[in-house]
């Protein structure tokens, strides 16, 4: 899919969290990356948290823990709660995206190749929504590493960014 891995040198992507202390610097992450990423391709934008949203917008009571595995586990299938599924437009998403395989390929939204081989339904969006977020995040670090002399970045970790400790970066870019 295209999920980052460690070839060589400290193995950052796996490394407990107590041991993370020997990194220095800031922190930059995407808030809710996979879900926001599909909402936005089908042309919505939710400013805030996504899961307070989500638990407004379909009146699902619940501590925000609940709400959140019940949209990852949505997307992915382990179990699907079908307000969800419409919120997200998730058989959509699979149907057009079981339309696009060929010869057990697909291009992810940035037109990456992925090998998919048989895989159909929710796995199939995972790949593809999982690959389309790496390149996504990728992209956006790129951009903001070039328009910002002031940051060096150290380290990616998924859709995470560590940089320099110096730059002067607000909490929500």
């Known amino acids: ?15 407990k969290g107590e041991h993370r202390n020997v990194i220095y610097g800031k ?4 808030s809710s990356m996979e879900p926001r990423l599909l909402l936005a391709l089908i042309g919505k934008t939710i400013d805030g948290d996504l899961y307070d949203w989500a638990a407004k917008e379909l009146n699902i009571n619940g501590d925000r823990t609940y709400i959140k595995v019940s949209i990852i586990s949505s997307m992915y299938g382990s179990r699907v709660v079908p307000e969800i599924a419409k919120l997200f437009a998730l058989d959509e998403w699979v149907s057009q995206l079981e339309s696009e395989v060929s010869d057990g390929w697909i291009e992810n939204y940035f037109g990456r190749p992925i090998q998919v081989k048989d895989t159909t339904g929710r796995k199939l ?13 990728l992209l956006g670090f790129a951009n903001l ?20 400790d110096s730059s002067n970066i607000p909490s929500k870019l």
């Open 125 to 137: 969006l995972a790949l593809w929504l999982q690959s389309t977020a790496v390149d996504a995040a």
């Open 145 to 164: 590493i070039e328009s910002r002399e002031d940051i060096i970045p150290y380290w990616v970790i998924h859709d995470g960014l560590i940089i320099n």
């Open 27 to 30: 922190s930059i992450d995407f």
């Open 1 to 15: 899919t295209g999920r980052l891995l460690v070839s060589s040198g400290p193995s950052v992507l796996t490394m």
